[in-house]
């Protein structure tokens, strides 16, 4: 079983939805979490982070973490098309070493 | 912000060559850099943790004598795949930590990477 699960997609969404990305991960002593973008033919850049359970919200991102369902999730509200990239989610027990989902491929259409 | 430099960005060599990779923090010292493959439709996957003046830290499964890594400066860690073969076609990417929590780690662009 991989430690970390991450729909690859593509996701395919009209400019201005709410976009839900997912991942589930099978080890309960991570602590930190955290999404990363990607746009092509570059590294992934760090979007969010939450240590531990509960929500988090930086403008029109929204990160959540459910550790009783070892469940992430990361919400982006009015996507615009330069939304449109790769999101990984990553895990992490010490903030050190990372343990990435394979990212999922986001497109907003204008 | 902190920047990662990674050269070249894309590479084709031969089977049974060797290939460097090199990984510079611009703009930051950091004395510790990450090494990471990707395989198509695969996650990024830890290979080595490199610390400036040290050995490197491989993960389990990775060859220490396939994949030479170097970190002699503060800026500079380089990834050396010696007799390069097919399966060893990946996306290889860097990351440097700048010592500023979670937001302090920076990814360089990567390094595609075949081998014919």
């Known amino acids: 079983q991989k430690e970390v699960e991450q729909d690859p997609g593509p996701l395919s969404v009209p400019e201005g939805a709410i976009v839900s990305l997912n991942c589930t991960y099978s080890?309960?002593?991570?602590?930190?979490f955290m999404w990363y973008r990607q746009y092509s033919r570059k590294g992934p850049e760090l979007l969010m982070y939450?240590?531990?359970?509960g929500n988090k919200e930086d403008g029109r991102f929204t990160a959540q973490v459910d550790k009783s369902s070892k469940y992430i999730s990361l919400f982006i509200r009015d996507s615009q098309p330069s939304d449109s990239a790769t999101y990984l989610c990553a895990m992490s027990y010490t903030g050190n070493q990372f343990y990435f989902g394979t990212g999922t491929s986001l497109t907003v259409i204008p | 912000g902190a920047v990662v430099s990674q050269h070249p960005s894309w590479v084709i060599c031969k089977s049974g060559t060797s290939v460097k990779i090199e990984c510079r923090s611009l703009d930051f010292q950091a004395t510790t850099m990450f090494w990471y493959r990707q395989f198509p439709k695969q996650s990024l996957m830890l290979m080595a943790t490199s610390n400036e003046g040290s050995k490197a830290t491989y993960e389990q499964g990775v060859e220490k004598d396939k994949f030479l890594i170097n970190h002699a400066s503060l800026t500079l860690s380089t990834l050396t795949v010696t007799s390069a073969h097919p399966e060893d076609s990946s996306f290889y990417i860097c990351?440097?930590?700048?010592?500023?929590?979670?937001?302090?780690?920076?990814f360089g662009s990567g390094t595609r990477l075949t081998v014919v």
């Open positions: 080890n309960s002593a991570f602590q930190y």
């Open positions: 990351s440097a930590a700048s010592g500023q929590g979670l937001f302090g780690y920076t």
């Open positions: 939450t240590y531990s359970s």
